[in-house]
């Protein structure tokens, strides 16, 4: 799961990069799009990207964050950073919404019309909205991601056996008496 989000992190990096370089290239010095429905369309497929690159996280999203939680609470004060606590709460609020959006899509899907389907307008419009209305919490998942892992590398780092330092020690006399001539 540490590998999934590690991903998704960086697809999601690629995606708003991505993004940032469209906008400043579609939009004039006041921030106004040249072409709103290009640019509508364009941010459409921003946030639809970004959803499906969760999508590998999403299942074990809870799990992730309740063990950051927990080597969390297990790490020595030194090892812990101020902010790691916020991030998890952040993190823990944004899949708690994204959730709720998710059971709102379903019902909105299922509520569609049966000729609704994939690539119909009716559909791909109200699927849209659903990726515009999650993209924020996505993003916070793509900001703030990252401490899981930071909390799991400092627990390892916790846990692993240190090594001692060398010291320099005096090897012991032996009992015996040096061999001599007899």
Same mark, same amino acid.
């Given at each position: 799961m540490l590998r999934h989000l590690a991903d998704f992190v960086g697809d999601s990096k690629k995606i708003l990069d991505a993004w940032d370089a469209y906008s400043d290239e579609h939009t004039g010095l006041d921030g106004w799009p040249y072409d709103d429905h290009a640019y509508g369309l364009r941010k459409s497929q921003r946030d639809a990207d970004t959803a499906a690159a969760f999508e590998t996280v999403r299942t074990g999203a &809870? $799990?992730?964050l309740a063990t950051a939680e927990t080597q969390l609470a297990h790490?020595? @004060? $030194? @090892?812990? &950073?101020? $902010? %790691?606590? %916020?991030?998890l709460g952040v993190l823990r609020d944004a899949l708690d919404r994204l959730d709720a959006l998710h059971d709102e899509w379903a019902q909105t899907r299922d509520g569609l019309p049966a000729a609704a389907r994939p690539g119909t307008p009716a559909f791909d419009d109200a699927l849209a909205e659903h990726h515009a209305e999650c993209w924020s919490y996505l993003d916070t998942w793509a900001t703030h991601g990252s401490v899981v892992r930071d909390i799991n590398s400092a627990a390892r780092q916790a846990s692993a056996p240190s090594v001692p330092s060398p010291t320099v020690t005096a090897v012991p006399a032996s009992g015996r008496a040096k061999p001599g001539r007899r």
């Amino acid at each position: 799961m540490l590998r999934h989000l590690a991903d998704f992190v960086g697809d999601s990096k690629k995606i708003l990069d991505a993004w940032d370089a469209y906008s400043d290239e579609h939009t004039g010095l006041d921030g106004w799009p040249y072409d709103d429905h290009a640019y509508g369309l364009r941010k459409s497929q921003r946030d639809a990207d970004t959803a499906a690159a969760f999508e590998t996280v999403r299942t074990g999203a &809870r $799990h992730l964050l309740a063990t950051a939680e927990t080597q969390l609470a297990h790490l020595p @004060a $030194h @090892a812990v &950073r101020s $902010h %790691w606590g %916020w991030q998890l709460g952040v993190l823990r609020d944004a899949l708690d919404r994204l959730d709720a959006l998710h059971d709102e899509w379903a019902q909105t899907r299922d509520g569609l019309p049966a000729a609704a389907r994939p690539g119909t307008p009716a559909f791909d419009d109200a699927l849209a909205e659903h990726h515009a209305e999650c993209w924020s919490y996505l993003d916070t998942w793509a900001t703030h991601g990252s401490v899981v892992r930071d909390i799991n590398s400092a627990a390892r780092q916790a846990s692993a056996p240190s090594v001692p330092s060398p010291t320099v020690t005096a090897v012991p006399a032996s009992g015996r008496a040096k061999p001599g001539r007899r």
